[in-house]
């Protein structure tokens, strides 16, 4: 359409300057210059305007303009093509109003243009010249109509296609939802009942070995046993919390998580959060916390020195590092009974890679990355996941 108007008005301001009489500034050439200067502009602002959100008022004027000019060109000017400024008006208001309104507006045009086109045209072709005329503003109008019906019928088809796409991830969110439920319930009566079941029977068994008066070091035995269980309990009431979608801070549950470390591990800990905290999905909140976890019972393992935890949060990305400083020659001699001198290298790291590799999937599986490995005398695990 816009590209058509162009052409048009090439066509109409070659043909008003060939045709007489000229355009002028007094009587009838005024007239002529004024209607030439009404379809100039109509048709300029027609073809640079493609904002569709303006009024109906505001969307028929310039076609409105467009055909009474192109009709007063036919009056004063016989021999011009008026009739396609006239016809391409009546075009514009079916490309671009509703069908009833366009009709409304379109039919005095093109009765206008036919009536004028019959009266100054030859006695003998009269008929013919009106019966053209009308001819082409109903096929440009059915034409303009038409393409617009069928650019309707596309955006509403894509329309549908886009809810019908937000239905399916709706679905499938709630189908995930509903699933992470049904496995925090099942974890709940099976795994959380029969650790609290064992938590009340240890209090027991810790009672009866008070009362008498068992060996010191079966009774911290049994003590020890209890805090476990309740610790297991406390990490499968979290793991529910997280398949639940509970929003519980991550700083939180880090910093609970490297008190417990500190206390049962003996393990030297500095923990940092750097950045503005966010809320992270239920998922990528327990692959973080289950890779802290691997990633401090690592340290205390192969290193024992001091380790540091760091949480960021960068405008991309949630990044938690854990770094050690690697096993000294003093805790070389204490495990291995030969001290090498030097920190640990990357050969004296042992173990079968299963935690590393958990690690990792749980990571993947947020759409994070994972890396793992020497720094320096120790070692780094850093998880990333984007924001």
Same mark, same amino acid.
């Given at each position: 359409?816009?590209?058509?108007?162009?052409?048009?008005?090439?066509?109409?301001?070659?043909?008003?300057?060939?045709?007489?009489?000229?355009?002028?500034?007094?009587?009838?050439?005024?007239?002529?210059?004024?209607?030439?200067?009404?379809?100039?502009?109509?048709?300029? $602002?027609?073809?640079?305007?493609?904002?569709?959100?303006?009024?109906?008022?505001?969307?028929?004027?310039?076609?409105?303009?467009?055909?009474?000019?192109?009709?007063?060109?036919?009056?004063?000017?016989?021999?011009?093509?008026?009739?396609?400024?006239?016809?391409?008006?009546?075009?514009?208001? $079916?490309?671009?109003?509703?069908?009833?309104?366009?009709?409304?507006?379109?039919?005095?045009?093109?009765?206008?243009?036919?009536?004028?086109?019959?009266?100054?045209?030859?006695?003998?072709?009269?008929?013919?010249?009106?019966?053209?005329?009308?001819?082409?503003?109903?096929?440009?109008?059915?034409?303009?109509? $038409?393409?617009?019906?069928? +650019?309707?019928?596309?955006?509403?088809?894509?329309?549908?296609?886009?809810?019908?796409?937000?239905?399916?991830?709706?679905?499938?969110?709630?189908?995930?939802?509903?699933? +992470?439920?049904?496995?925090?319930?099942?974890?709940?009566?099976?795994?959380?009942?029969? =650790?609290?079941?064992?938590?009340?029977? =240890?209090?027991?068994?810790?009672?009866?070995?008070?009362?008498?008066?068992?060996?010191?070091?079966?009774?911290?035995?049994?003590?020890?046993?209890?805090?476990?269980?309740?610790?297991?309990?406390?990490?499968?009431?979290?793991?529910?919390?997280?398949?639940?979608?509970? &929003?519980?801070?991550?700083?939180?549950?880090?910093?609970?998580?490297?008190?417990?470390?500190?206390? &049962?591990?003996?393990?030297?800990?500095?923990?940092?959060?750097?950045?503005?905290?966010?809320?992270?999905?239920?998922?990528?909140?327990?692959?973080?916390?289950?890779?802290?976890?691997?990633?401090?019972?690592?340290?205390?393992?192969?290193?024992?020195?001091?380790?540091?935890?760091?949480?960021?949060?960068?405008?991309?990305?949630?990044?938690?590092?854990?770094?050690?400083?690697?096993?000294?020659?003093?805790?070389?001699?204490?495990?291995?009974?030969?001290?090498?001198?030097?920190?640990?290298?990357?050969?004296?790291?042992?173990?079968?890679?299963?935690?590393?590799?958990?690690?990792?999937?749980?990571?993947?599986?947020?759409?994070?990355?994972?890396?793992?490995?020497?720094?320096?005398?120790?070692?780094?695990?850093?998880?990333?996941?984007?924001?």
């Amino acid at each position: 359409m816009h590209l058509m108007l162009w052409g048009v008005l090439v066509l109409t301001i070659a043909s008003v300057l060939q045709s007489r009489p000229h355009p002028g500034t007094s009587g009838a050439p005024l007239v002529i210059s004024l209607a030439l200067a009404g379809c100039v502009l109509s048709l300029i $602002f027609s073809a640079l305007t493609r904002d569709t959100g303006k009024s109906e008022a505001a969307t028929a004027g310039l076609p409105l303009i467009l055909g009474v000019s192109g009709n007063v060109l036919a009056a004063f000017q016989p021999a011009s093509l008026a009739v396609v400024p006239a016809s391409t008006a009546v075009a514009m208001l $079916f490309a671009r109003l509703r069908p009833r309104l366009a009709l409304l507006l379109a039919t005095p045009l093109t009765v206008a243009i036919a009536a004028i086109t019959a009266y100054v045209g030859p006695p003998g072709d009269a008929f013919q010249a009106a019966v053209a005329g009308v001819l082409l503003c109903v096929v440009l109008g059915a034409v303009c109509l $038409f393409a617009r019906q069928a +650019r309707l019928r596309h955006d509403y088809t894509e329309l549908l296609l886009a809810e019908l796409d937000d239905s399916r991830e709706a679905q499938a969110r709630a189908a995930a939802v509903a699933e +992470r439920s049904r496995i925090a319930r099942d974890l709940h009566d099976i795994l959380a009942q029969s =650790l609290s079941a064992l938590a009340v029977q =240890l209090e027991g068994a810790r009672k009866l070995a008070e009362r008498d008066h068992v060996a010191p070091a079966l009774h911290q035995l049994i003590v020890r046993s209890g805090e476990l269980t309740r610790e297991g309990l406390s990490d499968a009431r979290r793991a529910v919390a997280a398949l639940r979608g509970d &929003d519980v801070p991550m700083a939180d549950q880090l910093t609970s998580l490297v008190d417990r470390c500190r206390r &049962d591990l003996a393990l030297p800990i500095t923990m940092s959060v750097t950045g503005q905290p966010r809320a992270l999905a239920p998922e990528a909140h327990l692959a973080f916390y289950r890779g802290a976890q691997e990633a401090l019972t690592n340290a205390a393992r192969y290193a024992g020195s001091p380790t540091t935890v760091a949480l960021r949060y960068t405008p991309h990305a949630t990044v938690l590092t854990v770094s050690d400083q690697g096993r000294t020659a003093d805790e070389d001699d204490v495990a291995g009974g030969v001290a090498t001198g030097s920190g640990t290298s990357p050969a004296k790291w042992t173990g079968g890679g299963n935690g590393l590799r958990g690690m990792r999937e749980r990571i993947e599986r947020v759409g994070g990355s994972t890396h793992a490995g020497p720094a320096g005398q120790g070692w780094t695990v850093e998880m990333e996941v984007p924001a």
